[in-house]
């Protein structure tokens, strides 16, 4: 990389860190810790200006009710003064308003990536980064303290439910000039998954990357057993290794994978973390002419309100 980007564990401690952000975005959500960055910051008094939050209806339960409390904590948002709601009934009507808004490279701009799905964090990052030509982003976001496994621990973790569709996310689709392509996989805890996407790209090479996550370290090992229908067809010296919660790590390992593999076109697919989504996504705004960026799009999502664990700031992205 060519600028120093700097990582924190946000608390009162970074309150000198802080500046106070033109515009600050996050996603809407069940899930109480995909609320700890907006209110983190509204406690600290003129640090937010225009706030806007995205309800992506995708992640609506299914019996969704703006009546019944037991979704309340979905408009949680509503209390904050300033904000405005975009309804997100379709794809693209995120980055549709973002390229409306008047954001410009001096502005300073606050991003909470804790409920965004990973195509729409790529999405959002390439309009801002790209588009927008926004200098300095800074980024939010809150871990889960645990994930659901529906049947234990080594068992199946459920987030991505019902048929996929593995497809290119539009910003970010080069053929490329390379004859040759690598399948670049992130791997995540969804059984089966990781195979599905391999099956359907059919690259002419494979590098799956594991993530370590520093709140759990056992779950670098449930995730390598839960994509054993994959590794084990490519072999361990095909698997390299990641910090999880850590966006310029991932951008490095890429970075060493490219320089491994120079004439190959890098077809990335995260299932991973949002920090290695953050990473990915910077890497190949960085290298646009050899790099696409795939995903496994689901026709539906399963809504949970995991608790939430530490949240961390990473700056001037």
Do not use: W
């Amino acid at each position: 990389m060519n600028k120093l980007y700097e990582m924190y564990e946000v608390d009162d401690r970074i309150y000198k860190k802080l500046v106070e952000l033109d515009y600050f975005f996050f996603a809407a959500s069940c899930a109480k810790r995909c609320y700890k960055g907006v209110e983190f910051l509204t406690q600290q008094q003129g640090f937010l200006k225009d706030v806007v939050v995205f309800d992506y209806h995708k992640f609506r339960p299914k019996e969704f009710n703006t009546d019944r409390g037991e979704y309340e904590s979905y408009y949680k948002y509503r209390k904050l003064k300033r904000i405005t709601e975009v309804q997100c009934r379709n794809e693209d009507d995120a980055v549709l308003h973002l390229n409306t808004m008047p954001i410009n490279t001096g502005s300073r701009v606050g991003l909470d990536i804790t409920a965004l799905s990973i195509p729409d964090l790529f999405r959002i990052i390439y309009v801002l980064k790209e588009i927008k030509k926004v200098e300095d982003i800074h980024i939010f976001y809150t871990e889960p303290k645990h994930y659901y496994f529906k049947d234990g621990l080594f068992s199946s973790y459920e987030f991505l439910v019902g048929e996929r569709k593995n497809k290119p996310i539009p910003e970010y689709f080069t053929s490329g000039r390379e004859d040759k392509e690598i399948l670049v996989l992130f791997l995540g805890f969804d059984r089966v998954v990781s195979k599905y996407v391999h099956d359907r790209v059919m690259p002419t090479d494979v590098v799956a990357v594991n993530g370590f996550p520093s709140y759990m370290p056992k779950l670098k090992d449930i995730s390598l057993i839960n994509n054993y229908e994959l590794l084990s067809t490519i072999g361990k010296e095909k698997i390299v290794s990641t910090k999880a919660n850590n966006p310029f790590s991932t951008y490095n390992t890429l970075c060493e994978i490219k320089a491994i593999y120079k004439d190959y076109l890098l077809n990335i697919c995260v299932l991973g973390t949002k920090p290695m989504a953050l990473g990915a996504c910077l890497f190949s705004i960085d290298n646009k002419d050899s790099v696409k960026v795939t995903y496994p799009y689901p026709k539906e999502y399963n809504i949970s309100g995991l608790e939430e664990g530490a949240s961390l700031l990473y700056y001037k992205i």
